[in-house]
Every structure is written in C-alpha cells, then in structure tokens.
C-alpha cells in the first residue's frame, strides 16, 4: 500500500533532505562547504551580482555566515590534475559546480552534445564553426588554459549585447559542453577553458559509465537531494528526460533505494493524487528551525511548479522585465521561516555606499507582516554583515516594507 504524507510533512522532509535546520554551532570551514557540496551535488553558477553572485547563498542559506574566499578556493582554483577531490564545472541543472570526481557521470550528456553540436550533418561544428573549433584545440594544447578574454583571433568579436558571443566564445562553449574541454577554474569569474586531458585527473577521464547506470546513479541522488519529489522534479534536478527518469526510478524502486509515496494535495490531471518518491527509509522531521533568503537558482526554488505545490509560491525571476512591468522587483529573493516560504525581499549590496538595500518587502498571503519582520530583521542584519555592509535601507514598497523597516530600527536603537 502506497504510503500518504501530509504537505508539512513533505515540506520538512524536502528540507532537511536541503541541509536545513542543521547549521553548524561554530565556524564554517572547508568541512561543512564541502559536506553541503555532498548533499546538493552541485552548486549553480549565474553572474548576476546585483546582491550576490547565485552559488554563493545556498551554502549561506543554509550554514548561516562562512568566509566566501573558502568557497572560491574551492571552486575557483583547481588543485593538481591527480586529485579527485577537487570541483570543476559541467552542464548539470544548468552551469554547475560539481566534485571532480562526479564529471564521469555527464559523459552520456557530452556525447549528446557532441553529436548535436558537432557531429550532425547542420551542426555548428561542421559548417561555420569547423576551422574555428579546430584552431583552438591547437591553440589550448600549446598555450594551456586561456579564458575566451585572452584569445587573440579575427573571430573573437562579440556580436550583439548580452548573449551576442563571438564565435571563439561559441567554439569553446561548444567544446566544453561536449566534454571535449574542461574548467581551470575562473578569473574574475571569467571561466577559464582548457584541455579535458590537462586539467583532470587520468582515473577520471579514463572511467567511463554506461549510460543506463549514470542515468540511475543521478536518478538516485536527485531523489536524495530533494527528499521528496515527483518524476518532473526529479527529472528537473539534472535536467534528464522524463521517460529515462522514469525507467531509472523503476530500477531504484525495484533494487529497494526508492519508495513511491502520495502527498495530500499533490494532484494530477483529473484529480488523480500525484504519484511522488522518496529515498527508502525517508524520515519525517518533527520540525525545521531556519531563517534564510533563497537565490532564485537555490534547488529549493528551480522548479517552479514544485515551489508552488509544495510552498504555495508563484515565483518568477524579474531580471528580464522591463522595470515598469515589474511586480515584486528586480532580484527578489523567497524568504523561508521554519519549513514556509512566508515572503520576498528585492535585496541589492550597494558596495559603494556600503548599504544592503531592501529595495521591496513582500509577505505571501495569509502571512503576518509582524511576525514575518521579526524573523527577517535579524537575518538581514547578519546578511549585511556577511556582505561586509554596515547599514541596512529598506525602501517604502510592499506590504512587508513598513513592518521590517520599523523592526530593523528598533533593533538598531536597541543595540546603541
């Protein structure tokens, strides 16, 4: 018989699964990045850096304020091509940081790409991109590791704004998507590209899953990592395609790893309870304790359709509306407060004036203004102090703004 969960209680056990409710009662250290690391599988990567760049908040998020050079050293600069320890980048959920050990996993996902990109009869590598592609394999090989920045080459033009690469920056995206290139860590975030063969280790390069077990074995963590899931949150985790995670999630279930689970509320099409999964074995947590501002690419909010099932929140990202149409803000943050995600705050670090900017405040519906201002004021201002600001502003817009900014003063006034 199929087990059925409450929504709180799936809320705590997709939590929990998260790392929250288990901040560390010292220092955060390389142990706790890299034990969270284990737990995630992998850390998102996004240059926008209004407030902070994406992959450092789910660590503070979740471990409370930790030194960010740990996590650059880390990530940033990788240690010798012998080690299996270290991290390097792959197309994961999207651009990801993952351990160095892991990117044999990814091999099917390089050979998808591969043959898209560069094998397929109207692929870029073999119509406009081919001499190109072929230069920089020569050019990395004698050179070494070079960011699209330092190569010089007439075809190294950007065309167009935003996403308008050059077809240098198009060749080694190409390549580093099909394996074919791998990270040397980054350079003012700039990624540097180098040769799979000069930057990872040999017992890496040289392992070679079947597709079927790689596809299991992430099938396997991503139900680990989200503790509780559907088969499209599941998929979404590692961005596989549905029938594959469902074949995976039979052969899990089968071998004893996985349960099917239904979930009060969690519906389907025509009503029918949604069927939902869970490590064998799952515990439920009596409670979670946490405050924490989720980044719009935190695991806890990418698939939107999961946060709204799961935490009643319809979530999306402002960045590209033009400011006009805008609801809640340019880079709005899902604020969570024990196992509920209870509002948003539009945060920017104004590192000039030395301020964290509430540029707007919002509590979801149903929510009180007070009670969410309280456990939000002091987690903005440890925020502030993490960010290395001394003040914090809030501005007048939304309809938490009155209550935090009245709780951020008195708390200041408190303090003199």
């Given amino acids: 018989m199929v087990q059925t969960l409450s929504a709180a209680a799936a809320r705590r056990i997709a939590l929990a699964a998260q790392g929250f409710g288990r901040a560390p009662a010292g220092r955060v250290g390389t142990r706790q990045l890299n034990g969270l690391f284990d737990r995630l599988g992998l850390l998102q ?28 050293r880390l990530t940033f600069r990788p240690g010798s091509p012998a080690s299996e320890t270290g991290y390097t980048e792959v197309w994961a959920h999207e651009a990801a940081f993952i351990r160095v050990r892991d990117w044999p996993l990814f091999r099917f996902r390089h050979r998808r790409y591969r043959e898209k990109y560069l094998a397929g009869k109207e692929s870029w590598g073999l119509t406009a991109g081919r001499s190109t592609i072929e230069w920089l394999r020569a050019e990395l090989a004698a050179k070494g590791p070079l960011a699209a920045s330092e190569i010089e080459h007439d075809a190294n033009v950007r065309q167009g704004p935003w996403w308008g690469w050059s077809e240098v920056k198009q060749g080694l995206e190409v390549m580093f998507r099909a394996g074919e290139l791998a990270t040397a860590g980054r350079m003012r975030f700039e990624r540097r590209y180098a040769l799979a063969e000069h930057v990872l280790p040999a017992s890496v390069l040289q392992t070679s899953p079947a597709e079927s077990d790689a596809l299991r074995e992430l099938v396997r963590r991503a139900v680990t990592a989200l503790g509780i899931g559907t088969l499209s949150d599941i998929a979404d ?12 999630l039979a052969e899990l279930i089968e071998a004893g790893d996985v349960e099917r689970v239904h979930v009060d509320g969690w519906v ?26 989720l980044s719009p690419f935190d695991p806890v909010v990418w698939e939107r359709d999961r946060l709204l099932r799961m935490f009643g929140m319809h979530y999306r990202i402002e960045i590209y509306t033009p400011a006009p149409k805008r609801v809640y803000g340019y880079y709005t943050l899902p604020v969570l407060v024990d196992d509920e995600i209870v509002g948003r705050v539009d945060l920017k670090s104004d590192r000039q004036a030395g301020i964290l900017r509430v540029q707007s405040a919002w509590v979801e519906e149903g929510r009180s203004p007070g009670l969410v201002a309280e456990r939000l004021a002091p987690l903005l201002e440890a925020t502030a102090e993490w960010q290395g600001l001394g003040d914090i502003a809030v501005a007048g817009r939304g309809n938490l703004a009155a209550e935090l900014a009245a709780e951020i003063e008195g708390a200041d006034r408190a303090a003199v």
Avoid: C, M, Q, W
């Fill in 45 to 72: 990567i996004d240059s926008v850096n209004v407030f902070e760049r994406s992959h450092y908040l789910p660590p503070f998020a979740r471990l409370g304020a930790y030194d960010k050079a740990l996590l650059d």
């Fill in 237 to 248: 985790y590692y961005r596989l395609y549905t029938a594959e995670t469902k074949a995976a």
């Fill in 268 to 293: 389907g099409a025509g009503g029918r309870p949604l069927a939902a999964f869970v490590p064998s074995g799952v515990r439920v947590p009596r409670s979670i304790s946490a405050t924490a501002v």
